[in-house]
C-alpha cells in the first residue's frame, strides 16, 4: 500500500498570503489528522477529519481551516498568514477514527512552509 | 499544553548501550504510543501499549506503562547509529478524540 502523501513538500509564501496543503491517506483510512510542528511549540494537533466530517480541533485561530473530500483527501488552509506559521505540516491517517481501538497513525513527510 | 512531558529532553550514548527515556501524562488515557521521528520528517510509528497492559516489547523496543504513575517508558536495547532520531509518546485520551504528544526526546548514538 502507498504511504500518506502530502504536497507540496516545501512551500514559501509571504506574510499575508494564503497557502493549501494537501493530504492523501493510506487506502481504506477514513480519519485524517493534522499537526502542526515548530522547534519552539513542538507538535501541536490542528484538527481531525472522519468520513468528511471534524471531529475535534486543537487550539488554533480561525485563520487555519480543513476539509476532507469523499476519497478521504484532506485539505487545509491557512489564511492571512503571519511569521509565526513558519512550521512543518504533518498529516497522519489511521483506520479507525474512534478512539479506544488503537489509534495508530501513518504519518506522511510533511510540508515545510516557510514565511517571509 | 501537552499531555506528555518527556525526559530528558535529549540523550547521547555510544553504539551498543541501551537507551532509557520516560513520559509522563496528565489524564486518564486510552493507549499510549511511541513514535520516531528522523530529523525533519514525518513520524514513524513503533510500539501502542494499552491502559491495561503494563509491558510490551517489539524487537529492539521495551514499553512500559504505569497508569497509577501516569507515566511510560521506552527503552532501546542494544542501539545502533541508525537509531539516531527524536522520539515522541503521545497519549490517546480517554476523552477526546485525538492524540497528544510530548515534546520528545533527542537521541544520539554516537559510533
Known amino acids: 500500500k502507498a504511504g500518506v502523501t502530502q504536497t507540496p513538500r516545501y512551500l514559501i509564501k509571504t506574510r499575508g498570503q494564503q497557502v493549501t496543503l494537501s493530504c492523501s491517506p493510506i487506502s481504506g483510512h477514513r480519519s485524517v489528522s493534522w499537526y502542526q510542528q515548530t522547534p519552539g511549540q513542538g507538535l501541536q494537533f490542528l484538527f481531525e477529519y472522519f468520513s468528511e466530517t471534524q471531529r475535534n480541533k486543537g487550539n488554533f485561530p480561525g485563520r487555519f481551516s480543513g476539509r476532507q473530500f469523499s476519497n478521504s483527501r484532506s485539505e487545509m488552509n491557512v489564511s492571512t498568514l503571519e511569521l509565526g506559521d513558519s512550521a512543518l505540516y504533518l498529516c497522519?491517517?489511521?483506520?479507525?477514527?474512534?478512539?479506544?481501538?488503537?489509534?495508530?497513525?501513518?504519518f506522511g513527510p510533511g510540508t515545510r512552509l516557510t514565511v517571509l | 499544553s501537552q499531555q506528555g512531558e518527556e525526559d530528558p529532553q535529549a540523550l547521547s550514548i555510544q553504539e551498543g548501550e541501551n537507551a532509557t527515556m520516560n513520559c509522563s501524562y496528565k489524564t486518564s488515557i486510552n493507549n499510549l504510543q511511541w513514535y520516531r521521528q528522523n530529523s525533519g520528517r514525518g513520524l514513524v510509528h513503533l510500539i501502542l501499549?494499552?491502559?491495561?497492559?503494563r509491558e510490551k516489547h517489539s524487537g529492539r523496543l521495551r514499553v512500559t506503562l504505569d497508569t497509577s504513575k501516569k507515566s511510560s517508558s521506552l527503552l532501546i536495547t542494544a542501539s545502533r547509529a541508525a537509531d539516531t532520531a527524536s522520539y515522541f509518546c503521545a497519549t490517546d485520551e480517554a476523552a477526546g478524540n485525538k492524540l497528544t504528544f510530548g515534546g520528545g526526546t533527542r537521541v544520539l548514538v554516537k559510533p
Open positions: 501499549i494499552r491502559s491495561n497492559e
Open positions: 497522519a491517517s489511521s483506520l479507525y477514527g474512534t478512539s479506544g481501538r488503537g489509534r495508530e497513525q501513518f
